[in-house]
């Protein structure tokens, strides 16, 4: 514990070099990780260059002022590359499966069938009777896309 209090800025850079590692890793899924492990790297630069104290309660104190100074910065710009801002298609392996209509299914109006417990709407580009197999071919959030076979 003697080397951390001698060598204060090559522990910093370590541990600052450390949490940035950990966060790449992790693909940039927090932000405090990132912040606070350049505030620890500008702290002990600041260090080296003697414009600060090799001292733990001044390393703290910067440390904890230029994490908050990073991440109110910081944070948006993150924040909004983290979003997916592409439109999400629902990955189902309900594609290709055959049943039998439970009412007619028509462009403008849609039926309805049921599956596990659960009431889906049905739509399809092409009017189906009542009681006519047809064939998932896609699937939105609570709606089943079909097509006659």
Same mark, same amino acid.
């Given at each position: 514990? !003697?080397?951390?209090?001698?060598?204060?800025?090559?522990?910093?850079?370590?541990?600052?070099?450390?949490?940035?590692?950990?966060?790449?890793?992790?693909?940039?899924?927090?932000?405090? &990780?990132?912040?606070?492990?350049? @505030?620890?790297?500008?702290?002990?630069? &600041?260090?080296?260059?003697?414009?600060?104290?090799?001292?733990?309660? !001044? $390393?703290?104190?910067?440390?904890?002022?230029? !994490? $908050?100074?990073?991440?109110?910065?910081?944070?948006?710009?993150?924040?909004?590359?983290?979003?997916?801002? $592409?439109?999400?298609?629902?990955?189902? !392996?309900?594609?290709?499966?055959?049943?039998? &209509?439970?009412?007619?299914?028509?462009?403008?109006?849609?039926?309805?069938?049921?599956?596990?417990?659960?009431?889906?709407?049905?739509?399809?580009?092409? @009017?189906?009777?009542?009681?006519?197999? @047809?064939?998932?071919?896609?699937?939105?959030?609570?709606?089943?896309?079909?097509?006659?076979?």
């Amino acid at each position: 514990m !003697d080397s951390m209090f001698t060598n204060l800025p090559h522990f910093l850079i370590g541990i600052g070099l450390l949490l940035l590692i950990i966060e790449v890793l992790m693909g940039f899924t927090t932000i405090l &990780l990132l912040t606070l492990g350049i @505030a620890m790297m500008l702290v002990s630069g &600041l260090m080296y260059i003697g414009i600060l104290n090799e001292a733990l309660l !001044d $390393a703290f104190i910067a440390i904890a002022i230029i !994490d $908050a100074i990073l991440t109110l910065v910081l944070w948006r710009p993150l924040k909004l590359l983290q979003k997916d801002r $592409a439109p999400k298609e629902v990955k189902s !392996d309900w594609i290709g499966t055959q049943f039998d &209509l439970e009412s007619d299914v028509a462009p403008g109006a849609p039926g309805t069938a049921r599956f596990s417990g659960v009431v889906w709407t049905v739509k399809s580009s092409s @009017a189906i009777k009542k009681g006519a197999t @047809a064939e998932v071919v896609k699937v939105d959030v609570g709606v089943l896309h079909v097509q006659p076979v």
